[in-house]
């Protein structure tokens, strides 16, 4: 199967699985894209290019300091007020990893003046780090490993939020027994001897707990 049509049904079981009452479907672009027009088609709700991308700024993920990811946020994405103002708005991402990017993109919807924000990922939450060649951050830092969904909705301030099942995304895929999905279930296909020696090094502050003063 090609990449286009896994992410594609990987929306479209997204809005089987966790439909919302809502105005339309947007996405974090570009990766999501596809994923939100399977979610748009699958429910039937108007797909918005609302959000746009600046190309000149890289992946903030991979960042390496949090004062360059917060910038960068607000540099990367346009909201379009105009389609957003007083609108029930479906945001679709691909994955969240820390939640800092995403708690300030819901900050820069609202501000575009939405009614209600509703986060759907096309992906279940990933709780443990890539080791074989995904540049992700320590388990510490990933907001899934130690925080339950209706915590992270109440970090990332949106109405909703809801995950893609990992039933699902295998199941998007087509061939689920094939698959390595050890970021999201911690069973590592290739063993390690020694486990924590494999660690990525610290490169930022760890993820705030929910609702700390400090958090971001
Ligand atoms: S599915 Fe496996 S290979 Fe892919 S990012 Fe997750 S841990 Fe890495």
Excluded: W
Aim: glycine share 8%; aromatic share 6%; proline share 7%.
């Amino acid at each position: 199967m090609s990449v286009d049509e896994i992410r594609r049904r990987c929306g479209e079981i997204l809005g089987q699985e966790s439909p919302a009452d809502a105005d339309f479907v947007c996405a974090v672009p570009d990766s999501s894209n596809t994923a939100a027009l399977g979610y748009a088609r699958q429910t039937g709700l108007p797909y918005e290019l609302a959000l746009i991308r600046n190309h000149y700024v890289g992946r903030t993920f991979i960042s390496p300091a949090q004062k360059v990811r917060d910038m960068s946020v607000r540099i990367k994405f346009n909201p379009v007020r105009r389609l957003i103002e007083g609108k029930r708005v479906v945001v679709i991402d691909d994955s969240i990893v820390r939640g800092t990017t995403m708690r300030k993109l819901v900050k820069l919807i609202r501000a575009a003046g939405a009614a209600e924000v509703h986060l759907r990922i096309a992906s279940p939450p990933v709780t443990h780090p890539c080791y074989y060649g995904i540049d992700t951050p320590v388990r510490k830092e990933l907001i899934g490993s130690s925080h339950t969904v209706d915590e992270i909705a109440t970090y990332l301030r949106v109405d909703s939020l809801a995950y893609l099942s990992l039933e699902g995304l295998l199941r998007a895929t087509g061939n689920p027994a094939v698959h390595c999905a050890a970021c999201f279930t911690g069973k590592y296909p290739v063993p390690f001897e020694n486990e924590l020696s494999m660690e990525i090094p610290d490169r930022g502050a760890a993820t705030p707990e929910v609702g700390s003063p400090g958090a971001r």
